[in-house]
């Protein structure tokens, strides 16, 4: 049981420590990130002003996770 909890502890680690960090780097850099965004999906079927609210929303949610895990 101890070696499952690790493999999944060890598993988990990474990506608990990207969402923040990745959401970090982005947030100096938001209005040049949202734009590339909303660029890069101007060729899809989404709305322009859904991209754009997402892309400006999406830095925000690896720091609130860290925030709700926490309280948890």
């Known amino acids: 049981m101890l070696l499952e909890k690790s493999a999944y502890i060890s598993a988990r680690l990474p990506i608990a420590f990207s969402f923040p960090g990745h959401g970090l780097v982005r947030i100096p850099k938001l209005t040049g990130f949202a734009e590339g965004m909303a660029h890069s999906f101007s060729e899809s079927i989404l709305p322009y002003n859904f991209v754009i609210g997402f ?7 690896g720091l609130f996770q860290v925030f709700f895990r926490l309280q948890a």
Do not use: E, S, T
């Open 55 to 61: 892309a400006y929303i999406l830095p925000f949610g």
